[in-house]
C-alpha cells in the first residue's frame, strides 16, 4: 500500500487549561522514508527497520506520532509470542506494548498517552481483552503513566526481561533488564465510533 503521510491535526486541549496545543496524528503504514526519519531522531535505524519487517508480515505494529511533518514519538505492539517464558506462560497470547518513546522536546503533553491510547484502540477493535507491557523496575515515571491509564502489576513478581538497545555500531543488542510486568484489561473498553483506530492512525 502507498504511504500517505498522516495530516496533522490541531485540536484544542483543555484537559490542563492550556491554549491551544497541536496534537500528533497517527501513522501505521510506516514505509522506509519514514524509518530514516525516525531513526534520525529517535533511535537505531536497525531497530526500526527490524521492527517494520515484522509489521509488513502481520508480527506487530509500529505506531509513529508525526507532528508538524516530523516523527516525535512512537510505540511498537508486539503480536508474536512474547521472548520471556514466564509471559508466554502466565499472559498467553496477549499482545505487548513495547518501545514507547517520545522525543525529550515533546513530552509531558499527551503524546505518550494518546501513543498508549491509539494502540488500546486498535486492541479493542481487533477483540482483545488485554494487553501488557514490562517496565524497567528504576523508571518510575513511565510507569506512573502506566498507572494512571488503567495499568496494573500483573501479581507474579519481577521478570527479567531482554531489551533491544543501540549497541556501539548501531545495531540493537539484548539487554537484560530488571522489569515490572503491567497489565490492562481492554474488555471495559468499547469501540467508539469518532475515536476509532483508523480515525486516530491514518
Ligand atoms: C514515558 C514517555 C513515553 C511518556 O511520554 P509523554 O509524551 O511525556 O507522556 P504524556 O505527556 O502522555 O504523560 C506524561 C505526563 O505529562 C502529563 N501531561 C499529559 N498531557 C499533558 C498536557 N497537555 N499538559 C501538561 N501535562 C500533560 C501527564 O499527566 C503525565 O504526568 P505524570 O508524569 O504525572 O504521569 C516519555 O517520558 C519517554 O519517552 N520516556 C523515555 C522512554 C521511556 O521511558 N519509555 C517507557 C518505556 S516502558
Redesign the pocket.
Given at each position: 500500500m502507498r504511504h500517505q503521510r498522516a495530516p496533522i491535526d490541531h485540536q484544542t486541549?483543555t484537559?490542563?487549561g492550556?491554549a491551544t496545543?497541536a496534537f500528533p496524528r497517527f501513522s501505521r503504514q510506516a514505509c522506509y522514508a519514514d524509518i530514516a526519519a525516525l531513526s534520525r531522531v529517535l533511535d537505531s535505524e536497525a531497530y526500526f527497520t527490524e521492527r517494520f519487517e515484522r509489521q509488513k508480515n502481520d508480527r506487530g505494529m509500529l505506531l509513529i506520532a508525526w507532528l508538524d511533518g516530523m516523527p516525535v514519538?512512537d510505540v511498537y505492539l508486539w503480536l508474536d509470542p512474547a521472548e520471556e517464558e514466564d509471559i508466554r506462560k502466565h499472559l498467553p497470547g496477549v499482545a505487548l506494548l513495547t518501545?514507547?518513546?517520545?522525543?525529550?522536546e515533546?513530552?509531558?503533553?499527551?503524546?505518550?498517552?494518546?501513543?498508549v491510547e491509539a494502540v488500546e484502540q486498535y486492541l479493542v477493535e481487533k477483540g482483545r481483552e488485554q494487553v501488557a507491557?514490562?517496565?524497567?523496575e528504576d523508571?518510575v515515571?513511565?510507569a506512573?503513566?502506566?498507572r494512571?491509564l488503567g495499568y496494573q502489576d500483573w501479581g507474579h513478581g519481577m521478570l527479567i526481561c531482554i531489551a533491544k538497545v543501540p549497541g556501539p555500531d548501531g545495531c540493537p543488542i539484548d539487554e537484560p533488564e530488571l522489569c515490572h510486568i503491567m497489565v490492562k484489561q481492554l474488555h471495559s473498553m468499547s469501540p467508539s465510533s469518532d475515536n476509532t483506530f483508523s480515525n486516530l492512525a491514518s
Open positions: 486541549d484537559r490542563y492550556s496545543q514519538g518501545h514507547l518513546e517520545v522525543l525529550p515533546f513530552r509531558n503533553r499527551g503524546i505518550g498517552t494518546k501513543l507491557l514490562a517496565v524497567r523508571n515515571k513511565a506512573d503513566l502506566y494512571r
